[in-house]
């Protein structure tokens, strides 16, 4: 199994097979509207005009699973996102990316990266607070905006934890693309 044998639906509610993503450079994070990581949106759309024509995919998967900080249905999340951060890369339906509903593609994302990437920063110590009482178990994604980087044989190469903005893994982008 890879990357590739996955198909997601994306925010409208259409089948996107992730082969259609040979090739690419993904970065796959899982998102919300309402969470003080938001604004790296902002760094995320950054990222996708700089290298999109390079190679790069940014895949954003919606989740309501930290303190309902993605309450809108996926197609409205896809409009906030457009009109408030221009967004243009691909947005899918929402997700569970913990628990016994996980999605199968984050399941296998974090079988091949059980781990973030990241030093534990005053953001991380925030989100361990806030996490408290709910339970997280080790592979588990522990906030919104968790990355993970894919080559583009389709590999998962690295997991990047939520403070670590997406400006800061630039350089490793660079080095797949």
């Known amino acids: 199994m890879n990357i590739y044998d996955f198909t997601m639906k994306d925010a409208q509610g259409n089948d996107t097979a992730l082969s259609d993503y040979r090739g690419k450079v ?3 994070v899982n998102t919300a509207t309402r969470c003080g990581l938001t604004p790296q949106y902002e760094e995320l759309q950054e ?3 700089r290298y999109a024509a390079q190679g790069l995919e940014i895949l ?3 989740c309501n699973q930290f303190r309902e900080q993605a309450p809108e249905s996926s197609s409205e999340i896809a409009q906030v996102c457009q009109m408030k951060f221009g967004t243009q890369f691909k947005i899918f339906d929402k997700i569970d990316v913990n628990g016994p509903n996980t999605a199968p593609l984050y399941a296998y994302l974090k079988a091949q990266k059980p781990e973030d990437k990241g030093n534990l920063s ?3 110590l925030l989100i361990k607070l806030a996490s ?3 339970k997280r178990e080790g592979s588990d994604i522990k906030w919104n905006f ?3 980087l894919v080559n583009r044989n ?3 190469v690295e997991r990047f934890a939520p403070s670590v903005k997406p400006s800061e893994i630039e350089d490793d982008i660079q080095i797949l693309l």
């Open 26 to 28: 993904l970065l796959i």
């Open 47 to 49: 990222l996708y005009g």
């Open 60 to 62: 954003d998967f919606p």
């Open 122 to 124: 005053f953001k991380d």
């Open 132 to 134: 408290l009482g709910e």
């Open 146 to 148: 968790t990355k993970f």
């Open 154 to 156: 389709g590999e998962v």
